[in-house]
């Protein structure tokens, strides 16, 4: 039973993990060593996809939680998510969501600036996380060598994983995946005990920070991944993380 929810564990680190390599990543130049031009995500707000939930409730207790309610979110902040994708969460006003249910991806890729054949290599990522119907947004103003700050989240069954077991769980998935400097800290989410894990991901282009945070509710995994270029983590990351709610 461990084993299996281990595994079930795994599946959703890696999906939600999916855009941490191809996001906004130049291309490299095998001859010069150098980046080649990349399109680079540069919205605004007002040019990002709408919100599926933009003024729900907020510190609200999750089902069957005992502990903290949701955080409650902060003002001018934008609620992503809703019933549709099982959780919604919170991100500052400058940060632009992409709807991925809704509509076609061109569209939306093209609102916050990217195009071409990097369109193309991020909608296959995206491909990946809409199929989970995952909720998924980007900060513009955060650009490094191609690379835009961003946040996604999804949830799953639980697979049979136990709160006793999601920190072993969550240590054991992005290991799998390939993450280092990996340490793991209890946070409470959502009305539960959750777990954030802090790790660093060589990708082609360079060294990438990533934080995820876990949280089991009655009947669901549910995870979000804030990834940024190493040293650039965002000092919001565990507040968007604490607007977290089941929905």
């Known amino acids: 039973m461990a084993r299996r929810a281990l595994a079930s564990a795994a599946v959703a ?10 996001l906004g990543i130049g291309k490299s130049d095998s001859k010069s060593g150098s980046s080649a031009d990349t399109a680079s995500p540069s919205a605004t707000s007002s040019g990002s996809a709408s919100p599926s939930d933009s003024s729900g409730p907020s510190g609200t207790a999750s089902p069957g939680g005992s502990g903290p309610a949701s955080a409650p979110t902060p003002a001018g902040w934008k609620t992503i998510g809703g019933p549709e994708n099982q959780l919604a969460l919170a991100v500052p006003p400058t940060w632009s969501p992409i709807s991925l249910s ?6 939306k890729l093209s609102q916050v600036g990217i195009q071409g054949a990097d369109q193309n290599t991020i909608k296959q990522g995206l ?3 809409q199929a989970r119907h ?3 947004a980007l900060d513009p ?10 946040v996604n989240g999804l949830c799953q069954s639980t697979g049979g994983i136990t709160p006793e077991l999601l920190k072993s769980a969550v240590s054991s998935g992005l290991s799998r995946v390939g993450a280092t400097n990996l340490t793991t800290t209890d946070m409470p989410m959502a009305g539960q005990q959750g777990v954030r894990a802090d ?6 282009t360079g060294v990438l920070q990533g934080r995820q945070y876990e949280v089991i509710g009655s009947d669901r995994l549910c995870v979000v991944t804030v990834t940024a270029r190493d040293g650039h983590m ?3 990351a565990d507040a968007i993380a604490s607007t977290l709610r089941f929905t």
């Open 134 to 136: 995952a909720i998924y």
């Open 13 to 22: 680190l890696g999906a939600a993990l999916t855009l941490t390599g191809c």
């Open 141 to 150: 103003k955060s650009v490094i060598d191609g690379y835009a700050t961003n």
């Open 127 to 129: 491909a990946t996380l």
């Open 199 to 204: 790790y660093k991901l060589r990708t082609g």
């Open 102 to 107: 809704a509509g076609d991806l061109e569209d």
């Open 234 to 236: 965002p000092d919001e």
